[in-house]
């Protein structure tokens, strides 16, 4: 069974602290995101990677940066936290095939005070 | 840009009976994938169907199947004699069949199921 990993399941952070939310996939995937979840408004997508040191802006990639140093691991990084981006982050992985399904973590809910 | 929309942000319904979920998607492209996902409390995304848009066939997984009309740009899901555990939101997602694109979702709709 393919595993995608999320490092915390709940974070509490305060304003203006950087952070870094991990997820490790086990299944040789090239393809990782990491999309934001907020009620009303679904899944969003804030950055992808379809290779190491490869990567993509989503839908709404601003506050946000990644790093994609190994193909197993994909950490989204918050420069300094604000209120707004307390949330839930879901990270998933695919194979190039595009009738592959995605595969996701856990999820970290994540809140800045 | 493909969009993907979800008119129904939420819907119940009573045990064993069926019920229909919604979705419409916007594309240019003729080839592209379709999928529903689900999320019970746990939070963990689950893939509940999946679509080929050349396929004129329609899916079917057990109590799952869709209703995909290409040229209406509809993809409904039905859930036959539901049950206390497809309580969840349900995410539709549309896929270009490029490798290196990302999937785009709707906003999701909340499933009650009602003993």
């Known amino acids: 069974d393919v595993k995608v990993t999320q490092s915390s399941r709940y974070l509490v952070k305060r304003t203006g602290e950087k952070v870094f939310l991990e997820c490790v996939q086990d299944?040789?995937?090239?393809?990782m995101f990491w999309y934001r979840q907020d009620p009303g408004l679904g899944l969003r997508l804030i950055y992808f990677?379809?290779?190491?040191?490869?990567?993509e802006k989503g839908d709404i990639p601003e506050g946000y940066s990644v790093s994609r140093e190994k193909k197993e691991r994909f950490s989204l990084i918050l420069e300094s936290a604000s209120t707004n981006q307390t949330s839930m982050y879901l990270c998933?992985?695919?194979?190039?095939?595009?009738?592959?399904?995605?595969?996701f973590g856990n999820g970290t809910r994540l809140t800045v005070t | 840009a493909q969009t993907v929309t979800q008119s129904q942000p939420e819907m119940s319904v009573q045990e064993a009976e069926t019920v229909t979920l919604s979705c419409t998607y916007d594309?240019?492209?003729?080839?592209?994938?379709l999928f529903w996902y689900k999320q019970p409390p746990s939070r963990q995304m689950i893939l509940v169907i999946r679509?080929?848009?050349?396929?004129?066939q329609n899916a079917t997984e057990n109590r799952f199947s869709v209703n995909f009309q290409k040229a209406a740009k509809s993809f409904s899901l039905k859930i036959s004699d539901s049950q206390l555990g497809d309580a969840a939101m349900y995410f539709c997602?549309?896929?270009?069949?490029?490798?290196?694109?990302?999937?785009?979702f709707g906003t999701g709709t909340r499933l009650t199921i009602i003993p």
């Open positions: 594309t240019s492209e003729s080839d592209y994938y």
């Open positions: 997602a549309y896929r270009t069949p490029r490798g290196n694109e990302k999937l785009t």
């Open positions: 990677s379809y290779d190491v040191k490869m990567k």
């Open positions: 998933a992985s695919i194979t190039r095939r595009a009738y592959s399904p995605l595969h």
């Open positions: 299944m040789d995937h090239e393809n």
């Open positions: 679509q080929e848009a050349y396929k004129q």
